[in-house]
């Protein structure tokens, strides 16, 4: 699954007659899908390695096939889609408009098959500092995390900001490692909520505070020291909003990354009724530039993909229900970090 080159990509189209995974809301399957054909302005890849949760909620992860929601500026999983995200690969083949991409560069993007075409824009380098494994583990969930954290709660990862109390929600899983590192960086409180076999893990990423899904304080989300929380990171669902806001400061917001019905009516409801305290809907807004600022970070030490254990691509459905085990709903715990597939 190692390589000694770099490049990542944000997501791919899984064609061609190659070795794929197929999957949909009820089952997996292997099966072969046509060699895919770089396009004007994309990229055919050699997959190298795959694999991270594209939808938490559900507990999808990055091999799940999507296609866009015409009417909302996300994805969603179906199974006759192509489009995939997440994978760290090689590049075959450019096409006629790519500029800064050549075959032979390594990238991270997406899709559990062998090969794999993405948008240059999506791409960056990668360097050879930062292993494949790193790289697939880093697109969705380490933007995702950013996102919540810079534009959404407004913390300053250089560490000038306000300082704030912060909660972060399953946060032993993939966005959830990120979300920690984050916040530290930005020099501000964290209090994560994970189950006990898990708490050296996120103390290791420096949680302040930590809460056991299983005690009074971890089901009520109660912050040991007794502050109250500006921002939640909510990474898991089956939370209702009744349970966050005792907790809240005065102006405090969660921001929901589970896009549940539950999450949509509560959003809505605080919009119609003004209230202080809002819950928010993150929708992620992937970009090159700040997939390209995440690398930077892992290679200078500052950002770490936590790899939880990797598969190959004929095991495919283990990592599947691992990853789903393991962050659906938070409701076992197993997996911690990234699951990553790989050839």
């Not at 909510?234 to 939370?239: D, L, P, S």
């Amino acid at each position: 699954m190692e390589d000694d080159g770099p490049v990542l990509a944000l997501e791919a189209a899984c064609i061609g007659d190659i070795q794929a995974m197929v999957m949909d809301f009820k089952s997996s399957t292997h099966s072969t899908a046509s060699y895919p054909k770089a396009q004007k302005q994309s990229l055919c890849i050699r997959v190298l390695g795959c694999l991270h949760p594209t939808f938490p909620n559900s507990g999808f992860a990055v091999a799940t096939c999507t296609r866009s929601n015409p009417f909302l500026n996300f994805r969603l999983p179906f199974d006759d889609a192509k489009t995939c995200t997440d994978v760290a690969r090689e590049v075959v083949e450019v096409g006629s408009g790519v500029k800064n991409f050549k075959a032979g560069d390594k990238v991270t993007g997406g899709g559990l098959a062998e090969f794999a075409v993405a948008k240059e824009t999506l791409t960056v380098p990668r360097p050879p500092e930062v292993s494949a494994a790193e790289g697939a583990g880093l697109p969705i969930a380490g933007l995702t995390a950013h996102m919540a954290l810079t534009q959404s709660a407004g913390v300053k990862l250089d560490g000038s900001g306000p300082r704030k109390n912060i909660l972060i929600t399953s946060a032993s899983g993939s966005v959830g490692q990120f979300a920690i590192q984050f916040v530290k960086l930005g020099n501000t409180h964290v209090t994560s909520t994970c189950w006990a076999r898990n708490m050296d893990f996120v103390k290791s990423l420096g949680a302040d505070e930590i809460l056991d899904y299983k005690t009074p304080e971890g089901l009520s989300l109660k912050s040991l020291s007794g502050q109250k929380d500006d921002v939640v990171i909510h990474c898991t669902t089956g939370i209702p909003w009744s349970t966050f806001k005792p907790n809240l400061s005065a102006n405090g917001n969660v921001i929901d990354l589970t896009l549940s019905p539950g999450a949509l009516v509560s959003s809505l409801l605080k919009k119609l009724t003004f209230s202080k305290k809002q819950l928010v809907l993150l929708l992620l807004a992937a970009k090159g530039e700040n997939l390209d600022y995440l690398v930077k970070l892992v290679n200078e030490g500052k950002l770490k993909t936590v790899i939880d254990s990797k598969y190959p691509l004929s095991k495919a459905e283990d990592a599947w229900a691992n990853k789903i085990d393991g962050h659906c709903g938070a409701l076992t715990g197993h997996a911690t970090g990234t699951i990553i597939v790989g050839p």
